[in-house]
């Protein structure tokens, strides 16, 4: 059954076989007009933000800021994210990539202070805000930095 099958008649069209002579129904210019960019070889592959030789709008406007090539990436988790480990359990980078809570692809993680911390956490992170500390030891929990 699935050997039979075979696209509607009509459906599809026989491909444009260009620059084969006037005998191919395309005449001499193989329907690219004349002259112009449109007629030169890969002509008419400008890319999306080419506006015609007007200067570009990414050109037109003015530049601000500072945007570093090699980006410290630093992937962020609240401290309301760590209601799942347990009293007493040591919390690092790689127990959040194992429940899920980082995706692994940062430099470092940064714990902020967002929610409510669990009991009793040992927290060894890249770096820590001030309120998340803060939150960490008044729940009976201790924080350290590593490098």
């Known amino acids: 059954m699935l050997d039979r099958l075979q696209p509607r008649p009509g459906a599809r069209h026989r491909t444009k076989r260009v620059g084969r002579g006037p005998g191919s129904g395309h005449r001499k210019t193989s329907g690219r007009g004349i002259k112009g960019q449109g007629k030169r070889s890969a002509g008419r592959e400008t890319p999306f933000w080419f506006e015609g030789g007007q200067m570009p ?44 809570l980082i995706r692994g692809w940062g430099d470092s993680v940064k714990l902020l202070g967002e929610g409510e911390a669990p009991r009793g956490l040992r927290v060894r992170l890249q770096s820590v805000s001030a309120g998340a500390r803060r939150k960490i030891e008044l729940a009976g929990g201790s924080v350290e930095i590593v490098a």
């Open 57 to 100: 709008l990414a050109r037109r406007l003015p530049k601000r800021g500072f945007h570093s090539l090699h980006p410290k990436r630093v992937e962020i988790v609240n401290v309301a994210a760590l209601a799942g480990f347990a009293e007493g359990s040591e919390v690092d980078a790689a127990a959040l990539a194992a429940r899920g």
